[in-house]
C-alpha cells in the first residue's frame, strides 16, 4: 500500500486556509488555540479590573473608584473570570488537546466548535461593550433579584449581563455536546472505558455537569429577562414571585460551576504529573472514581451559598454534610498525586513548579472550604472577604496554576518551541509570592469582619495594613503574569525549538512530529495501555510511519475513525466537514439578534434571527453525505462503512446529548413552576383558579399525542415507504402542531393568565412560550426535512434529519404532555 | 484550644483594634462560632502541614518506587473521612444550639432594611418605639430579631454577637442573639445591596437591663419640646423645607415613612448609618451636603437652605435625645 506517495493528500484535505480565510477553519487545533488566547485575553482584561479594586481598598475612604465604578468593576470581574475566562480557556484546551489525546483527527462536529467559540468572543465582547455606553452590569456575578430587577437597576446593565451571557454560554453547551460524542465514540481501537486518560474522562465528566448545570441558568436569565423587559413576575414576592427562587436557579448552576472550572485543572495535573515523575498515576482508577462522584456530589451543594437566608435546619444539615463529603474525591485525587510523586525526584521543569505550588495552595484552600461549608461558621463568614480568600485559593490555586503549568507543557505542541525556563522560575516566583500576599490577608480581613462588595471601609476597623498588604500582592501577581504573557510572545517567534515529545510524556497528544502538523499524527494507531508512547512502542512506532488507521484520506476529505462505544472495534469512517464561513455567519446573526433584544429593537432582533436560521439551515443541507467509497480500507486490512443511517452514529448521539440539555433546562422551568406552587399560600391565586378550562387542556394532551405520533412514524415510514411516506407524516405532525399551538394560543389570551397579574399566570405562559417554541423547532427541522426529502439529499438509506425531526416532535409533545400535567395538577 | 492559639492570633487579630471581629466575644453564639473556628483552625493547619511534608519530603528523599495505594486509602479517605464526620458532628451541635437556645420572654426587635439604612422597631414597647441604625439590648437577655426588607436583599450582621442572617422580600426570617458583656457592637449590611453597601452600618449597645429600661421609655416618647429659640426656628425650618415629607418627627406634624425615625435622632451614636459620628456639625454637613458624603443615598441635598437655616435645624435634631 502506498501510503508514503499519498501522505500529501492529508496534508492538503487537513491544510488551515490562508490569509483572512483562515477564520472559516473549524478544526479544533485552530478552533482550540482561538478559544485559549481569547479567554486570556478576557483573563487579562477581569485582572486589570481586579488592580483598580485593590487600588480602590489599598487605604480607607481612598477615592480611586466611586461607588459605581467599583460596583460595576466587581461585577464585571467576577462575570469574566467565571464565564469569559476560566470556562472557556478549559474549553478550548478541551477542543484542542482531547481529540489528539484520543488518537482522533478532530471533534465530531468540527463546525459546531468554531460557531460556539464565535458565539463566546461575540458574546464577550457584547457584554464588555456596556462599559463604553457607561452601563456595565453592577448587581453582582450572582444577579440576585430584586437588586438586579427593573425597578432597583433601571439601566441596562443586568440586561447586558442577562442576554450576553445567555449568547456566550452556547459556547459551553457546543462544547458539551463535542466532548461527550467525541469521548465515547472517538476513541482509537483498543482504548478502552479503563485506558481513557484521566483528563478525558474529566472532560467527560464535566461535559455531564454543564448539560444539566448550564441549562437551569440559562433558564433563570431568561425569566429574570422576561421579569425585566415585560414584567413578567417571576421573582417579585409582592405578586406571588419569590427572589429566592432565583437563588435556587443561580447556584444550582453555581456549584456545579466550580468543579466544571476545577475537574479539568485535576485532570491537567493527572496529566502532567506522571510525565514529570516518569511513572503512571498511582490509583487512575480510583481518580476516575473522584472525578465522576465529585461531579455527581457538586450537584447536591448549592445550598450552601445559602446558609444565611434562613432555610429549615434540616436541610441545611444535609447541605453541609454534603459540602464537606465533596473533600474526600479530592483528598483522594490530592494523595494519588503524593503516592506518584513519592521517590520519583522530578526535574522542576516549568510545569512541575506550577504543578508544586498548585498541590500546596489548593489543599490550603480546600481547608477553608471545609470551613465555610460548617453552616455556623459561615454564618459569619459568608459573604465577607474570608470567603473571597478560600475561593481564590481553590480557583487561581486549583486552576490558574494548572493552567500556567499546561501552557509551558503544550506550548511546544503548538508552536514547536519552548518557554524559558530562566524566566519561568521569575513568573511562578512573582506569581505564588504575589498571590499569598494578596490572599492570605483576606481570610483575616473576614475574620475582623470586612464584608464583600464594599467599595471602601472606614479607619479605625483594624482593615488597614491588611487591605495595604493585599494591594501590593496583587501588582507582584500582576507583574508576574506580564512576565509570562511577555515570554509567550517572545518564545512563539524565538524560543529554543522543542524535540519531538519534549518531556517525554505518554500520552498520545504527542504521538507525531512536535509541533504537530493540522492533519494530527501520519496515521492513527492501536493502543493497548493508558501510556501509549511509553508501553505500547511497536503500535507507536507503526502508527508514526504511517501504517496505522487512515493514513491516506480514504473518503477522499477531512475524516476520523469511529469505533464501538464498548467493544472499540473500528466501525466507521467519519466524513468530517472542511473550513466554512457558516459558523461564523451564525454566530453573527445570533449575536445580531441577542443585540437587538437587548435595546429592545425588532429590526435586528429579526434579521439577525433570519440569518442565524439561514446559516445553520445551510449547514444542516449537507450533512449526513455518503462519502464514496462507502466502505473503504482503513488500514490494517480492515473495511468499515464510511456512512451509516443508525442510531449508532455520531449525529444521532448529538441529537440526543442536545436533547439533554434541552430537556434539563425544561426541568428547571417546571422545577420553577412547582418550587412557587410550594412556597405560595394559595396556588393558583383565588382570583385565577380555573382560569384554564379542562377540556381545552385535555383537547391539547390529545393533540399532543397526535403530533408525536406522527412525528415518530416518518423515521418509520421513510425506512417502508420511502420519501413520499416520510414527507406525509411530517406533514401530518406540521399540521398538528399548528392546531396544538394556535388552540394553546387562543386558550391562553382568552383567558384570564394575564402574564403580568402573578407569577402563577407567568410561569403557566412559560410554561406555554416553552412549548410553542419547541413545536416551532421541531416545524423547521421538519421544513428542512422535507426540503432535503424532495431535493433528493435525503431519503431511504439517509435519514438522519428525518430521524431528529422525529427526535424534536417527541420531544415538543413529551415536555408539552408535562406541562398541561402540571397545570391541571396545580388547579388550573 | 483557643486558649493555646491565642498568642498566635493575638498578633493579627487583636493587635489591632477591630470593632467588627467575630472573635472579640461580645455575644453567646459568636463566641461559639469562634470556639469553633479555633477548632477548625488547628485541624487546618495540621493538614496543609502533613500535604506540605509529605509532598516535599516525599518527593526528594530518595529515588523509589512510586508509592503505593494505601496512601490514597489512608490520606485519601480514612484520614478525611474521621476528621470530617467529627467536625461535621461538632458544627451541626453548635448550630442547632445556637438555633433553638431559647428563654421564656425574649425581647422582640423588628429590624427592617432599607438601601442604605435600617429602621429599628420595638413592637412590645408601643407602636412609638422607632429609630435608626442604632438598637440596644440589655446584657444577658435573649433578643429575637425579626428581619425583613422594605426593598433589596440586606443581610443583618453584627459579628461580634452573631452570625448573618439575610432579610429577603416577602419574607421574616428571625435571629436570635444574645450580648454576654456591656459594649458598643458594630455591624453592617453583609449582602451586596446596592450603590452605598459599603455605608450601611449599624451599632448595638448593650446595656444592663435598668438602662435599657430606661432608655426604651425614652424612646417611646414623643420629642421634647425645644427650649431655645434656636431650636424653636429649627424645628419651623425643619417643618418648612418639607422635611416631614420623608422623616417622622413624634410630636410634631413630620409624619414620613421614606426615611429615619427622627424622633430621637440625638440620642444615637452615627448618623448616616455608620457614616459620620452625631453632632450639630456632622447634621448640618448632612442635610446641606449628603450626596457628597454618601452619593446616591435617597435624602436630596438640602443646600439651598440658609446657612442659619441648617444650622438652627441641626441643633434641634442634636438636641432630641
Not at chain 1, 39 to 49: E, T, Y
Not at chain 1, 540 to 561: K, M
Not at chain 2, 267 to 273: C, N, S
Request: charged share 10%.
Amino acid at each position: 500500500m502506498s501510503a508514503e506517495a499519498d501522505r500529501p493528500s492529508l496534508n492538503e484535505v487537513w491544510r488551515a486556509p490562508r490569509g483572512l480565510a483562515v477564520l472559516s477553519e473549524v478544526n479544533n487545533t485552530k478552533v482550540g488555540v482561538w478559544y485559549v488566547l481569547a479567554a486570556f485575553g478576557f483573563f487579562l482584561a477581569g485582572g486589570i479590573l481586579a488592580l483598580l479594586m485593590r487600588l480602590q481598598l489599598a487605604l480607607p475612604l481612598l477615592g480611586v473608584l466611586d461607588h459605581q465604578s467599583y460596583n460595576q468593576i466587581f461585577t464585571m470581574h467576577g462575570t469574566t473570570m467565571m464565564f469569559l475566562f476560566a470556562v472557556p480557556i478549559l474549553e478550548g484546551i478541551g477542543v484542542y488537546v482531547v481529540p489528539q489525546m484520543l488518537g482522533a483527527r478532530d471533534l465530531p462536529f468540527p463546525r459546531l466548535s468554531a460557531y460556539g467559540f464565535w458565539c463566546y468572543v461575540l458574546g464577550g465582547l457584547l457584554v464588555y461593550s456596556s462599559f463604553l455606553i457607561g452601563q456595565a452590569p453592577d448587581a453582582g456575578w450572582f444577579m440576585y433579584p430584586p437588586l438586579s430587577g427593573s425597578v432597583y437597576s433601571p439601566h441596562m446593565g443586568s440586561d447586558f449581563w442577562l442576554l450576553g451571557l445567555t449568547f456566550v454560554e452556547i459556547s459551553a453547551l457546543s462544547a458539551a455536546i463535542e466532548i461527550t460524542v467525541g469521548v465515547i465514540k472517538f476513541r482509537p481501537p483498543g482504548m478502552t472505558f479503563g485506558r481513557i486518560p484521566v483528563l478525558a474522562w474529566a472532560y467527560l465528566t464535566v461535559a455531564w455537569m454543564i448539560v444539566f448545570a448550564f441549562p437551569p441558568l440559562l433558564v433563570a436569565d431568561i425569566l429574570l429577562e422576561a421579569e425585566r423587559a415585560l414584567d413578567w413576575p417571576f421573582f417579585d414576592a409582592t405578586r406571588g414571585g419569590d427572589p429566592v427562587l432565583w437563588q435556587h436557579l443561580f447556584w444550582f448552576f453555581g456549584h456545579p460551576e466550580v468543579y466544571i472550572i476545577f475537574l479539568p485543572a485535576a485532570g491537567l495535573i493527572s496529566t502532567m504529573l506522571p510525565t514529570f515523575a516518569r511513572r503512571p498515576l498511582v490509583g487512575h482508577h480510583y481518580v476516575v472514581a473522584a472525578t465522576i462522584a465529585t461531579g455527581a456530589i457538586s450537584f447536591a451543594l448549592w445550598v450552601h451559598h445559602m446558609f444565611a437566608v434562613g432555610l429549615p435546619h434540616l436541610s441545611m444539615s444535609l447541605f453541609s454534610a454534603a459540602s464537606m463529603a465533596v473533600a474526600i474525591p479530592s483528598g483522594i485525587q490530592v494523595f494519588a498525586w503524593i503516592a506518584t510523586l513519592w521517590g520519583s525526584r522530578p526535574a522542576l521543569h516549568a510545569p512541575m513548579l506550577f504543578i508544586l505550588g498548585f498541590l500546596f495552595l489548593f489543599v490550603a484552600g480546600g481547608v477553608t472550604g471545609v470551613m465555610v461549608a460548617s453552616v455556623p461558621f459561615d454564618w459569619q463568614v459568608h459573604d465577607t472577604h474570608f470567603v473571597v480568600a478560600h475561593f481564590h485559593y481553590v480557583l487561581i490555586g486549583g486552576m490558574v496554576f494548572p493552567l500556567f503549568a499546561a501552557i509551558y507543557y503544550w506550548f511546544p505542541h503548538v508552536t514547536g518551541r519552548l518557554m524559558s525556563e530562566g524566566l519561568a522560575r521569575w513568573v511562578f516566583g512573582l506569581v505564588f509570592v504575589g498571590f499569598n500576599l494578596t490572599f492570605f490577608p483576606l481570610h483575616i480581613l473576614g475574620l475582623l469582619g470586612m464584608p464583600r462588595r464594599v467599595y471602601t471601609y472606614l479607619p479605625g476597623l483594624g482593615l488597614d495594613w491588611l487591605n495595604l498588604a493585599a494591594t501590593v500582592g496583587a501588582f507582584v501577581m500582576a507583574a508576574g503574569v506580564g512576565l509570562l504573557v511577555f515570554d509567550a510572545v517572545r518564545s512563539a517567534r524565538t524560543g529554543t525549538p522543542a524535540a519531538d515529545n519534549p518531556w517525554g510524556a505518554g500520552t498520545l497528544e504527542w504521538l507525531g512530529p512536535t509541533p504537530q502538523p493540522p492533519k494530527g499524527a501520519a496515521s492513527l494507531p492501536r493502543v493497548s495501555s493508558l501510556y501509549p508512547l511509553w508501553m505500547d512502542r511497536e503500535e507507536i512506532d507503526l502508527a508514526e510511519s504511517g501504517g496505522g488507521y487512515l493514513a491516506r484520506a480514504v473518503t477522499g476529505g477531512r475524516e476520523t475513525l469511529r469505533t464501538h462505544w464498548r467493544s472499540t472495534a473500528a466501525a466507521q469512517v467519519v466524513a468530517l466537514p472542511g473550513p466554512s464561513w457558516l459558523p461564523l455567519l451564525a454566530a453573527i446573526g445570533t449575536g445580531a439578534a441577542f443585540t437587538g433584544l437587548l435595546f429592545k429593537s425588532a429590526p435586528p432582533t429579526l434579521a439577525g434571527a433570519a440569518l442565524a436560521a439561514l446559516a445553520l439551515a445551510l449547514w444542516a443541507w449537507d450533512t449526513d453525505t455518503v462519502p464514496v467509497p462507502a466502505r473503504p480500507e482503513i488500514g490494517h486490512g480492515e473495511r468499515v462503512p464510511s456512512h451509516l443511517d443508525t442510531i449508532g452514529s455520531h449525529a444521532w448521539w448529538g441529537g440526543v446529548v442536545a436533547m439533554l440539555i434541552d430537556l434539563s433546562a425544561y426541568a428547571a422551568l417546571a422545577g420553577s413552576y412547582v418550587y412557587l406552587w410550594v412556597v405560595s399560600a394559595a396556588w393558583p391565586p383565588p382570583a385565577l383558579a380555573g382560569a384554564l378550562p379542562h377540556g381545552a387542556i385535555a383537547g391539547g394532551a390529545v393533540l399532543l399525542a397526535a403530533v408525536a405520533a406522527a412525528g415518530i412514524i416518518a423515521p418509520v415510514a421513510l425506512r417502508r415507504g420511502g420519501s413520499a411516506a416520510a414527507a406525509l407524516a411530517l406533514g401530518v405532525a406540521v399540521a398538528l402542531a399548528t392546531a396544538v399551538g394556535a388552540g394553546g394560543a387562543l386558550t391562553l389570551l382568552n383567558s384570564a393568565l394575564a402574564p403580568t397579574a402573578h407569577a402563577y399566570a407567568a410561569v403557566v405562559w412559560a410554561l406555554g412560550v416553552y412549548g410553542a417554541a419547541h413545536l416551532l423547532v421541531a416545524a423547521l427541522i421538519s421544513a428542512l426535512a422535507l426540503l432535503r426529502l424532495a431535493a433528493g439529499s435525503a431519503g431511504r438509506g439517509r435519514g438522519m434529519v428525518v430521524r431528529l425531526a422525529a427526535l424534536a416532535w417527541a420531544y415538543a409533545a413529551a415536555t408539552g404532555l408535562a406541562s398541561l400535567a402540571l397545570v391541571a395538577a396545580g388547579g388550573g | 484550644m483557643r486558649r493555646a492559639l491565642a498568642p498566635a492570633a493575638a498578633l493579627a487579630l487583636a493587635a489591632c483594634d477591630a470593632p467588627q471581629s467575630m472573635l472579640q466575644g461580645g455575644g453567646t453564639a459568636a463566641t461559639a462560632i469562634a470556639d469553633l473556628w479555633w477548632v477548625m483552625l488547628t485541624g487546618a493547619l495540621a493538614v496543609v502541614a502533613l500535604v506540605t511534608g509529605l509532598v516535599a519530603y516525599g518527593t526528594w528523599h530518595g529515588r523509589t518506587e512510586s508509592g503505593s495505594l494505601r496512601f490514597v486509602y489512608l490520606g485519601g479517605l480514612a484520614l478525611p473521612v474521621a476528621a470530617l464526620s467529627g467536625l461535621l458532628v461538632y458544627s451541626a451541635g453548635v448550630g442547632r444550639e445556637l438555633e433553638t437556645a431559647t428563654e421564656a420572654a425574649p425581647l422582640r426587635v423588628e429590624v427592617i432594611g432599607h438601601q442604605w439604612w435600617w429602621e429599628v422597631r420595638y413592637p412590645d414597647a408601643g407602636p412609638g418605639a422607632v429609630l435608626a441604625n442604632e438598637l440596644r439590648v440589655p446584657v444577658g437577655r435573649t433578643v429575637v430579631l425579626e428581619l425583613s426588607t422594605a426593598d433589596v436583599i440586606h443581610s443583618f450582621w453584627v459579628p461580634a454577637l452573631a452570625g448573618k442572617v439575610d432579610m429577603t422580600p416577602g419574607r421574616t426570617a428571625r435571629l436570635r442573639l444574645r450580648a454576654e458583656s456591656a459594649g458598643t457592637y458594630r455591624g453592617q449590611c453583609a449582602e451586596f445591596c446596592g450603590a452605598q453597601h459599603a455605608r450601611m452600618a449599624l451599632h448595638v449597645v448593650a446595656e444592663s437591663p435598668a438602662r435599657f429600661r430606661d432608655w426604651l421609655a425614652g424612646q417611646t416618647r414623643p420629642a421634647a419640646e425645644p427650649e431655645d429659640d434656636l431650636r424653636r426656628a429649627g424645628r419651623e425650618a425643619f417643618l418648612a423645607a418639607g422635611c416631614g415629607a420623608c422623616h417622622t418627627v413624634r410630636g410634631t406634624d413630620a409624619a414620613g415613612t421614606v426615611g429615619p425615625d427622627l424622633t430621637h435622632v440625638g440620642g444615637r451614636l452615627t448618623i448616616g448609618a455608620g457614616v459620620l459620628p452625631n453632632n450639630i456639625g456632622t447634621i448640618q454637613g448632612w442635610i446641606a451636603d449628603s450626596q457628597t458624603i454618601k452619593p446616591g443615598n435617597r435624602m436630596p441635598a438640602f443646600d439651598r437652605l440658609e446657612s442659619t437655616e441648617l444650622r438652627a435645624i441641626a441643633a434641634w435634631l442634636a438636641g432630641l435625645e
